[in-house]
């Protein structure tokens, strides 16, 4: 900052005396809003468009095909806050699943062993790439780019590349259930979305995820042990990524070792779409919840009007930079 | 020494501080002692040892040797908290602030204060009380910011407000400046000079660390001088002049001190003090004893 700039500044007092100027006013609005605009237009368009899309069926239908993306996205928001990532969620998705679907039969009525088994193995994997980050002090990206390979190896090799299909009801009920009109899966993102939110806004501990993810070394010199934040984070990660991995078997009845492949992609995008910056600080749960809803009414939107699948990913693409675009407006 | 024997038991006193760091003596048996109410520069060029004593003074590091008294009562600091605990509190030269969080937020940073939601298992951030709290800290500096602004939009000097907000919001006795007008720009450092006043006015003992004379000259009523890991001087404000301290600085003694009339180097002085004029004006005739070996 020049002197000069700094001379006026302290002429005119606090900077929140300062006279914003009309468009700076309008790029906050558009940058704070933008997304949840976008959402409501498209939201409106469809319900317009699409005959079948504002139906009660249809939208719970929406939200239980994107709670699995939406279970992972909450663990990755409190990541990316860190400034981290997490590549490994994917894999998770398909080890904690295996896992699930490998011990579900077995256990016949205690159906809450094999959850709490798949549950541990995304912890596992959390830690795992944790101690690497933290102890190791390797970047984030190689660190779960490695706990990725190693996960997904883990699901090959525990079944031999075969897919394990058929729980039993209870388990089954997880993925297509209903608790009175509403889907088990829709339920439970919902309350994990809930709980994520109460964590990081309220608390004392997602205080300190924002604070680490805008200066670790500052934090640190406060007297917060970052690395304690760091580690609870990629644990957060790694059982959201194995919940997600639960439904997902659940719901279809089965286990494949290569499920959830490039779901982290699909993940940090819509984390991204929700205002999370990639180099940490700032980002919301909602906004996440509202970037992974976009993507899936998108979608479900797509399908209905009959549009080819092919364009799906394009699409996804192009929502994506907007994204970016918007979030450059965001007011500090 | 020049300065009397204090009649009450200083705030803190460092007794013979010895540091080694592997083969590398960065303490040689350094003390200093601060009153109650005090402002106290640290001067002395880069690796002179200033910022490892602060070190042993906020509990980073542990001592070798010596002793750490605080109301005259030997004291330790294993750690960082338990030095802020008894009311010392570091204001650094960076000021140690997250700019993506707000004013209110930046000052109660590892300390949040919490209240119960259901019980004392669930508990949440009391951001009231921290906006209260907030105001009236910054209330007490003269420096009105409003709580909930982010830091990335404040100035350098806003900034360090709230770095000195963090230290009063936990009842500081004792504030030490890291290089405090190093991320300022040359008009912020008169409002320093009003900040140091103002923390007096409260009896608050403050140590600077610097290595500008003009700004040890412009705010400490005392001041320390080190090199090469021992204080080689210690002197009121207005015993010495610059160009002594500067001789002090860069030779370590005051034996081969010769007036030459050619003043300070540039580089020390230039930034903004109108006080240190007079004092160098008044001082020449002042005897000054150093003591070279620092204890």
């Known amino acids: 900052m020049s002197l000069m700039t700094e001379n006026i500044k302290t002429l005119l007092g606090p900077a929140e005396l300062k006279e914003e100027s009309l468009s700076t006013k309008v790029k906050r609005f558009v940058g704070d809003y933008g997304i949840l605009i976008f959402f409501v237009v498209i939201f409106v368009f469809l319900a317009v468009a699409a005959p079948n899309f504002l139906t009660l069926n249809n939208l719970v239908n929406v939200v239980r095909q994107s709670s699995i993306i939406g279970l992972i996205a909450l663990g990755m928001t409190f990541i990316m806050i860190t400034a981290g990532i997490d590549l490994s969620v994917g894999s998770v998705v398909g080890l904690a699943g295996m896992v699930f679907a490998m011990l579900a039969p077995a256990s016949g009525g205690a159906f809450w062993l094999p959850l709490i088994a798949g549950l541990a193995v995304g912890l596992l994997v959390g830690f795992l790439s944790a101690a690497m980050i933290v102890w190791g002090g390797i970047l984030p990206f190689l660190a779960t780019l490695a706990t990725m390979a190693i996960a997904r190896t883990a699901a090959l090799v525990i079944t031999d590349g075969q897919v394990v299909s058929g729980l039993s009801g209870p388990a089954e009920w997880i993925g297509s259930g209903f608790i009175g009109p509403i889907p088990v899966p829709v339920i439970i993102f919902l309350l994990a979305a809930m709980l994520c939110e109460f964590v990081l806004g309220r608390t004392k501990f997602g205080s300190h995820v924002y604070a680490v993810g805008g200066n670790e070394e500052s934090a640190k010199k406060v007297g917060i042990s970052t690395g304690r934040v760091l580690f609870t984070v990629y644990l957060i990660g790694g059982v959201t990524a194995a919940l997600g991995g639960l439904v997902l078997t659940a719901r279809l009845d089965g286990a494949a070792p290569v499920a959830g492949t490039g779901y982290e992609l699909q993940v940090i995008a819509a984390v991204v779409i929700g205002g999370t910056s990639l180099f940490g600080g700032v980002g919301t749960i909602r906004g996440t919840v509202i970037g992974v809803l976009l993507l899936g009414i998108v979608m479900n939107g797509m399908n209905l009007l009959g549009v080819s699948s092919y364009y799906q990913q394009g699409v996804q693409g192009i929502i994506l930079v907007l994204a970016v675009l918007l979030n450059r407006w965001k007011s500090d | 020494?020049?300065?009397?024997?204090?009649?009450?038991?200083?705030?803190?006193?460092?007794?013979?501080?010895?540091?080694?760091?592997?083969?590398?003596?960065?303490?040689?048996?350094?003390?200093?002692?601060?009153?109650?109410?005090?402002?106290?520069?640290?001067?002395?060029?880069?690796?002179?040892?200033?910022?490892?004593?602060?070190?042993?003074?906020?509990?980073?590091?542990?001592?070798?040797?010596?002793?750490?008294?605080?109301?005259?009562?030997?004291?330790?600091?294993?750690?960082?908290?338990?030095?802020?605990?008894?009311?010392?509190?570091m204001v650094y030269q960076d000021f140690a602030l997250a700019d993506n969080l707000d004013v209110r937020t930046n000052i109660f940073l590892g300390r949040e204060p919490q209240k119960n939601i259901l019980g004392p298992f669930l508990r949440i951030i009391d951001r009231k009380k921290m906006e209260a709290e907030t105001k009236r800290v910054l209330e007490r500096l003269d420096i009105p910011i409003n709580p909930r602004l982010k830091v990335k939009r404040?100035?350098?000097?806003?900034?360090?407000?709230?770095?000195?907000?963090?230290?009063?919001?936990?009842?500081?006795?004792?504030?030490?400046?890291?290089?405090?007008?190093?991320?300022?720009?040359?008009?912020?450092?008169?409002?320093?000079?009003?900040?140091?006043?103002?923390?007096?006015?409260?009896?608050?003992?403050?140590?600077?660390?610097?290595?500008?004379?003009?700004?040890?000259?412009?705010?400490?009523?005392?001041?320390?001088?080190?090199?090469?890991?021992?204080v080689v001087g210690r002197f009121r404000v207005g015993d010495v002049t610059e160009a002594q301290v500067a001789h002090l600085i860069s030779h370590g003694t005051l034996d081969d001190y010769v007036d030459t009339g050619s003043g300070i180097p540039e580089d020390r002085r230039k930034i903004g003090s109108t006080s240190s004029i007079a004092v160098v004006g008044s001082m020449a005739a002042h005897g000054i004893t150093t003591n070279g070996s620092g204890s």
């Open chain 2, 154 to 230: 404040l100035s350098g000097g806003q900034r360090q407000a709230v770095a000195i907000g963090r230290a009063l919001a936990f009842d500081a006795r004792l504030i030490i400046m890291d290089e405090p007008t190093a991320n300022l720009s040359v008009a912020k450092v008169d409002k320093l000079i009003e900040v140091t006043q103002r923390l007096k006015d409260l009896g608050i003992a403050v140590i600077i660390i610097t290595h500008r004379l003009d700004e040890a000259f412009a705010v400490a009523d005392r001041f320390a001088v080190m090199r090469q890991g021992q």
């Open chain 2, 1 to 89: 020494m020049t300065d009397a024997p204090p009649t009450t038991a200083p705030l803190v006193a460092l007794k013979d501080i010895h540091k080694t760091f592997g083969a590398v003596s960065a303490l040689r048996g350094v003390s200093i002692d601060v009153q109650p109410g005090e402002t106290f520069a640290l001067l002395g060029d880069n690796a002179a040892g200033k910022s490892t004593l602060m070190k042993v003074l906020t509990g980073v590091y542990q001592p070798d040797r010596g002793s750490i008294e605080m109301d005259g009562k030997r004291t330790e600091f294993p750690t960082p908290s338990a030095s802020r605990d008894k009311g010392v509190e």
